[in-house]
T-cell receptor, first 112, second 116 residues
Framework: NAGVTQTPKFQVLKTGQSMTLQCAQD?????MYWYRQDPGMGLRLIYY???????DKGEVPNGYNVSRLNKREFSLRLESAAPSQTSVYFC???????????FGNGTRLTVT | AQTVTQSQPEMSVQEAETVTLSCTYD???????LFWYKQPPSRQMILVIR??????QNATENRFSVNFQKAAKSFSLKISDSQLGDAAMYFC?????????????FGQGTRLTINP
């Protein structure tokens, strides 16, 4: 059971560089999410996709874009990375609005 | 906006003892869900327990139980017979019922250390 798979696991970027974080789930879940985790702040929602074909902003969307490529895949793009985007990024998915979140193992991103 | 507060950045307990982690939240909603997630050093986020606000009975999962005080907006996690594998960051989280997606609001986390 792969569950939620995130790539890469680690990444270092220079300020101004761009990159895309990939996420795929094999559980036929409808909704997918991107959270970021910073020390002392817990996890905060960046963007989510309630169903294939839709995306919405979460609590901290500035500096990010997302694409729900198909039901399985939900990518997060940083167009021009900034040091404030240094964080651990988690992708998650759920079957329904009230079912538990299934998380990937996270991507540690450092922007220098 | 809803907020979740975990006032204990760190806690420690002796193996086999009982420990309680605190969580308070602020909301004007009457129906919602509350969660405790565990994050071990592997970074994986694991759901420990879930409580639905309309249920008065406190949720339990084996050695894990909650004390849900709706009027006080308090949701503490009790871990009985602590084991070394319980060492982790623990996050309390809130979700409003009726939202179209799992837009959880997380607390800041409590790092739990188990002393052998």
């Amino acid at each position: 059971n792969a569950g939620v798979t995130q790539t890469p696991k680690f990444q270092v970027l220079k300020t101004g560089q761009s990159m895309t974080l990939q996420c795929a789930q094999d559980m036929n879940h409808n909704s997918m999410y991107w959270y970021r985790q910073d020390p002392g702040m817990g996890l905060r929602l960046i963007y989510y996709s309630a169903s294939e074909g839709t995306t919405d902003k979460g609590e901290v969307p500035n500096g990010y874009n997302v694409s729900r490529l198909n039901k399985r895949e939900f990518s997060l793009r940083l167009e021009s990375a900034a040091p404030s985007q240094t964080s651990v990024y988690f992708c998650a998915s759920t079957k329904t609005a009230n079912s538990p979140l299934h998380f990937g193992n996270g991507t540690r991103l450092t922007v220098t | 906006a809803q907020t979740v507060t975990q006032s204990q950045p760190e806690m420690s307990v002796q193996e086999a003892e009982t420990v309680t982690l605190s969580c308070t939240y602020d909301t004007s909603e009457s129906d919602y869900y509350l969660f405790w997630y565990k994050q071990p050093p592997s970074r994986q986020m694991i759901l420990v327990i879930r409580q639905e606000a309309y249920k008065q009975q406190n949720a339990t999962e084996n050695r894990f139980s909650v004390n849900f005080q709706k009027a006080a907006k308090s949701f503490s996690l009790k871990i009985s017979d602590s084991q070394l594998g319980d060492a982790a960051m623990y996050f309390c989280a809130y979700k409003r019922v009726g939202q179209g997606a799992q837009k959880l609001v997380f607390g800041q986390g409590t790092r739990l250390t188990i002393n052998p």
